[in-house]
């Protein structure tokens, strides 16, 4: 895999856009921390990461851990990459976002089956807008774990795909990744939109199956490789796999080129 714009298992730049740091409310999760996220990249030949702050959410007012986001990572700046939470849903929303996209943010996260935000709500449809106008990306979340292991607590479901592609569908100018999707819902969400709508739609490949499925490659001949990115889901998620699953590729599709957030983040 050779790209400017690309990602390979070989590439000296190299972004993982779906990592973590702070803990989960459901369960332990070993070393959340911003410093061994940095050894974990430095570890597995990744440049470079886009980190969220996993409790915030599950806040209603995700500013306290926004700020802590950017405290945590700010010594690792070279490296991390804070991605803040955004609720469209709290008030003075509008201006957090500008002050995120003042400060150089790539993106901002949103959480709509934690917030009991449905398909067709308003609130985050004029979020992408605001994303889309504001020049960053939209980062959604798909799941944190598999619905067989969920605390009995956590009662959100997962992010649909009628509620990806309304999103999609919102704008125009925004650019949207959605992480932890698996080969089910991507075909779902993409083969329902049109082709200008899936240009603004992208996926990572952290809940992507590698062999023995192949779902990895299936997705690379159908929609595309320029539709997916690198992510992991550290820490809730083992980091060596998306580079195994890069590895494991079939011969006809091992050549093929994985789309980077220097694609994926708007020009601003």
């Given at each position: 895999?050779?790209?400017?714009?690309?990602?390979?298992?070989?590439?000296?730049?190299?972004?993982?856009?779906?990592?973590?740091?702070?803990?989960?409310?459901?369960?332990?999760?070993?070393?959340?921390?911003?410093?061994?996220?940095?050894?974990?990249?430095?570890?597995?030949?990744?440049?470079?990461?886009?980190?969220?702050?996993?409790?915030?959410?599950?806040?209603?007012?995700?500013?306290?851990?926004?700020?802590?986001?950017?405290?945590?990572?700010?010594?690792?700046?070279?490296?991390?990459?804070?991605?803040?939470?955004?609720?469209?849903?709290?008030?003075?929303?509008?201006?957090?976002?500008?002050?995120?996209?003042?400060?150089?943010?790539?993106?901002?996260?949103?959480?709509?089956p934690q917030w009991g935000m449905g398909p067709q709500d308003?609130?985050?449809?004029?979020?992408?807008?605001?994303?889309?106008?504001?020049?960053?990306?939209?980062?959604?979340?798909?799941?944190?774990?598999?619905?067989?292991?969920?605390?009995?607590?956590?009662?959100?479901g997962d992010l649909t795909g009628a509620a990806i592609r309304?999103?999609?569908?919102?704008?125009?100018?925004?650019?949207?990744?959605?992480?932890?999707?698996?080969?089910?819902?991507?075909?779902?969400?993409?083969?329902?939109?049109?082709?200008?709508?899936?240009?603004?739609?992208?996926?990572?490949?952290?809940?992507?199956?590698?062999?023995?499925?192949?779902?990895?490659?299936?997705?690379?001949?159908?929609?595309?490789?320029?539709?997916?990115?690198?992510?992991?889901?550290?820490?809730?998620?083992?980091?060596q796999t998306p580079r195994a699953n890069l590895d494991l590729?079939?011969?006809?599709?091992?050549?093929?080129?994985?789309?980077?957030?220097?694609?994926?983040?708007?020009?601003?």
């Amino acid at each position: 895999m050779t790209s400017d714009h690309g990602l390979s298992t070989s590439r000296s730049t190299l972004t993982d856009v779906n990592t973590f740091i702070g803990p989960y409310p459901f369960r332990h999760v070993p070393h959340p921390e911003p410093d061994i996220l940095v050894k974990v990249l430095a570890r597995d030949a990744v440049q470079r990461a886009w980190v969220g702050h996993l409790p915030s959410a599950f806040y209603r007012d995700p500013s306290h851990g926004n700020l802590e986001l950017f405290a945590a990572t700010e010594a690792h700046s070279a490296i991390l990459s804070p991605v803040p939470t955004v609720r469209p849903d709290w008030p003075k929303w509008e201006t957090a976002l500008a002050e995120y996209v003042a400060l150089g943010v790539p993106a901002v996260r949103a959480y709509p089956p934690q917030w009991g935000m449905g398909p067709q709500d308003s609130r985050m449809q004029s979020l992408a807008i605001a994303c889309g106008e504001a020049g960053v990306a939209l980062l959604l979340t798909v799941r944190f774990e598999d619905l067989r292991q969920r605390h009995h607590l956590d009662s959100a479901g997962d992010l649909t795909g009628a509620a990806i592609r309304a999103i999609a569908r919102a704008s125009k100018q925004a650019h949207i990744l959605v992480t932890a999707a698996g080969r089910a819902t991507i075909e779902e969400a993409h083969w329902g939109l049109t082709p200008d709508e899936r240009s603004r739609l992208w996926w990572d490949i952290s809940w992507i199956w590698g062999p023995p499925d192949d779902d990895l490659a299936h997705l690379i001949r159908t929609i595309g490789s320029d539709r997916l990115a690198y992510g992991s889901g550290w820490p809730l998620r083992l980091s060596q796999t998306p580079r195994a699953n890069l590895d494991l590729l079939p011969a006809d599709v091992a050549d093929s080129v994985l789309a980077s957030t220097e694609t994926i983040a708007p020009r601003r």
